[in-house]
């Protein structure tokens, strides 16, 4: 791998220094604790749907998608088809009602509707959530820069996170949501670019990506059939279904967003918009990874520089050449579809769009930190620090602990990343580790929003249940081989669905019992 020159060096360094100098700027309105979290509702809505769109596009999608497509094919992108779907629901019911109860954290009603402990499982399943997601942004980060930089992972996610800390320490919700508008502009750009210069460098361009796209099935959705053990294209839909019901409707990253907006109008629209950009933006980096492979199809000798970095990182210390070649051989695109886009950028894309390229990667990372970071650090200063540790603070203490708190979680999240080196894949990481945090969490909402009748005790026995449900189905592949009859049959994708249905149907059993026994009707 070859060094980054000095004119990529310095647009990425420029971009960097931009990011601070609008941290600074915002800094001096960042005088009270309702502008560091929610810039005192004075953001229009189209802002705040760029805002959103770019938190969506993270790294996981600028290297996750094209490595998972170089892999597969295009069944993960059925996850973007089910946004319409969750983003009806969260406009027309969630985004009037966090509008209306006018409190900054997803998770108060949580309180109100089932006591304290639905809060801090809510709580704590969010901020579990929020680490693996910075963690694989982290991860992501470093998987592109490595090759360039030629420094170690763990050194490239210490120096941007102390970038992405800085600025969003210092600028708060109105600097997070301003530089993701530049953010969503820049990696958007990034991507067109990159496939515009493999497209040119494809013999037969655009038909030759179609022609081999067509006879190795990548462009494939998944198969229709019923089959729950695989990631069918219905699995993928009722996963990214869930998911997205619960960013739009639970995720403080985007509840935080709605209260940002001037009306409700304008917030709502700002969910529309999010989709309606994010759906084609995903297909581009779908196409992105469908053309790297017909790419390398087509030049099969440019990748095994990739697949012997692979192949070295899977053998022991010491392993001769000769062992590192057999190994490499016998990889599948799979094994190393990560790690192909930051090879294509390093190997063929030109001194000074590389930078321009490394700078959108960049912007795609810390767009998703800086609003996790200040999304945690509110959830932690409104639902623990004000809740448990003190209820006589003052705005200006609040703010301090908001600061301190957002420095902290930056640092849990780059920890995370730097503990997720050697994952096989990006994009698959991600998934299951949010399925995980996210399922128990929307179920209990779910519950509290639509059934007004179940209480604290019904609540909490269907969470608990839930919960065995999803611990179940998450680490029965560890059961032995004797008790096979005890492992789950379902794909890990359906974790959330299965948790959710199973904490919202018992919640709804639960009460109807009770409601029997004492003769009411719910």
Known sequence: MKNLLLLDLTIIVLYLLAMIVIGFYFSRKNTTTGQFTNASGSIPGWAIGLSIYATFLSSNTFLGVPGKAFGTNWNAFVFSLSMPFAAWVASKYFVPFYRSTGEISAYTNLEKRFGPWARTYAVICFLLTQLARMGSIFFGIALSLQALLGYSMSTIMIVMGICIIIYTVLGGMEAV????????????????????????????????????????????????????????????????????LNNFGMDQNYVQRYHTATSSAQASKSVWLCVALYVPASLLFFIIGAALYAYYQIHPQMIMAVKEQVAATKLATGASATQITQLAQKLTPVDYGDKVMPFFMVTKIP??????????????????????????ATVFTQDIYQRYITTTSTDKQQLLVLKIATIVFGCLGLATGIAMIGIKSLLDIWWELSGIFAGGMLGLFLLGIISKQTKNHE????????????LWMTFSGYIPAQYQFLKSPMHKNLIIVVGTLTIFLVGLLLTKIKHKQLGTTV
């Open 177 to 244: 949501i301003w530089t993701e508008v530049a953010q969503g502009i820049i990696k958007t750009l990034g991507a067109f670019l990159i496939l515009y210069l493999i497209i040119a460098d494809l013999p037969g361009g655009i038909k030759t990506l179609i022609n081999i796209g067509t006879t190795d099935n990548k462009f494939s959705l998944g198969s229709l059939s019923p089959n729950i053990t695989q990631s069918t294209f219905w699995v993928v839909l009722f996963y990214g279904f869930f998911i997205n």
């Open 351 to 376: 001194t000074g769009l590389v930078g321009l390229i490394v700078s959108a990667i960049l912007s795609a990372a810390m767009s998703t930190i800086s609003s996790g970071m200040n999304a945690s």
């Open 459 to 470: 609540a909490l026995t269907a969470v608990i249940i839930g919960i065995v449900v999803i």
